[in-house]
Nanobody, 115 residues
C-alpha cells in the first residue's frame, strides 16, 4: 500500500480555480492508478478523475471539461486542476491509489465553493 497526503483545498468563489495536490509515498508508486474522489455532506462518495500508470485519464461526467488530472512520476504526486468551480463542487476531496484490487485513501481535504 501507499500513503497519500492531500493539500491545496480551501474556500473559493464560483467561477474561480483551485489546484489540489496529493503526495504518494511507498513502494512502486508508479504502478498505481491514482485518482480523486469526493464526498459532499449527506451524499455518497463520487468518482472525480483517475490517471493510470500509462497516463490514461478518465473523468466523471460532472467535471469533464473543467477539471484536469495529472501526475508527476518523479515526484510521485497527482494533481487536480479545477476550473470554473461551482457550488455543487463543494465536498471533501480524497486522493486514491489503486492496484490489483487494493485501494489506499488519503485523509481528505475540504473544498468549498461559495460566494
Amino acid at each position: 500500500q501507499v500513503q497519500l497526503v492531500e493539500s491545496g483545498g480551501g474556500l473559493v468563489q464560483p467561477g474561480e480555480s483551485l489546484r489540489l495536490s496529493c503526495a504518494a509515498s511507498g513502494r512502486n508508486v508508479g504502478i498505481y492508478r491514482l485518482g480523486w474522489y469526493r464526498q459532499a455532506p449527506g451524499k455518497q462518495r463520487e468518482f472525480v478523475a483517475t490517471i493510470t500508470r500509462g497516463g490514461i485519464t478518465n473523468y466523471g461526467d460532472s467535471v469533464k471539461g473543467r477539471f484536469t488530472i495529472s501526475r508527476d512520476y518523479a515526484k510521485n504526486t497527482v494533481d487536480l486542476q479545477m476550473n470554473s468551480l461551482k457550488p455543487e463542487d463543494t465536498a471533501v476531496y480524497y486522493c486514491n491509489a489503486y492496484v490489483g484490487g487494493s485501494n489506499s485513501w488519503g485523509q481528505g481535504i475540504q473544498v468549498t465553493v461559495s460566494s
